[in-house]
């Protein structure tokens, strides 16, 4: 791969996503205020960031291709961040319990070099069934997700948790839409099959 390729995020769970598809890449802390603007919508607020997640690291890397992503996990009118603590986690779950969460994520790649810029979004639903205390309880505890918006990781144990997800790409539960990110990859020729492997 001729261009580098750089991923704004210190997010674990990005870079193994990214990982995924076999290009190198390296990580680099965009330092973004996250802060909402008034009255802005879920969809405009992930957009935005996950643009000025790319282009807060672009003076650091000025020949890169730059992946910004940004995320919120929405129930009705509450917006869940990460619950931080055990009993936070427990409470984000007992509210999912039986109700559908979307999970709204941003998508950029900006191009350095050319200053060109793409922003996607993609909604992904997940659908909870009905949880008891116990079930909750044992999920937290076995699993720990204190540091996942909606108290669950999808791709481990919180899978028991579903009935259903409704989306065009799994990886986008977990931050990183790879399907949408494999097509603004091709759109600036870079194959993810087909290269020497990295």
């Known amino acids: 791969m001729s261009r ?49 997640k790319a282009e807060a690291v672009a003076a650091r890397f000025p020949d ?5 992503s940004d995320q919120m996990a929405v129930c009705g009118s509450d917006v869940l961040g990460k619950p931080g603590t055990r009993e936070r ?3 984000q779950l007992a509210l999912l ?35 008891s205390a116990t079930e909750i309880r044992d999920y937290v505890a076995r699993e720990q997700p204190l540091d996942c918006a909606g108290a669950f990781k999808s791709e481990g144990l919180g899978i028991a948790l579903f009935e259903r997800i409704e989306g065009e790409d ?13 097509r603004l990859l091709r759109a600036v020729d870079v194959a993810v099959l087909g290269q020497p492997p990295g």
Do not use: W
């Open 4 to 52: 580098r390729l750089v991923l704004a995020s210190t997010s674990r769970y990005r870079a193994e996503l990214l990982g995924k598809l076999g290009l190198p890449f390296v990580t680099a802390s965009p330092g973004t205020d996250e802060s909402p603007l008034p009255g802005e919508s879920p969809q405009d607020l992930v957009t935005r960031l996950a643009q000025a």
């Open 64 to 68: 890169a291709l730059i992946i910004g």
């Open 89 to 91: 986690a427990e409470a």
């Open 97 to 131: 319990s039986g109700r559908s969460v979307e999970f709204v994520t941003g998508l950029c790649l900006h191009d350095a070099r050319s200053g060109r810029t793409a922003v996607e979004m993609d909604l992904t639903r997940v659908v909870f069934r009905q949880l």
């Open 170 to 182: 799994p990886n986008a539960l977990i931050g990183l839409p790879l399907i949408r990110l494999c």
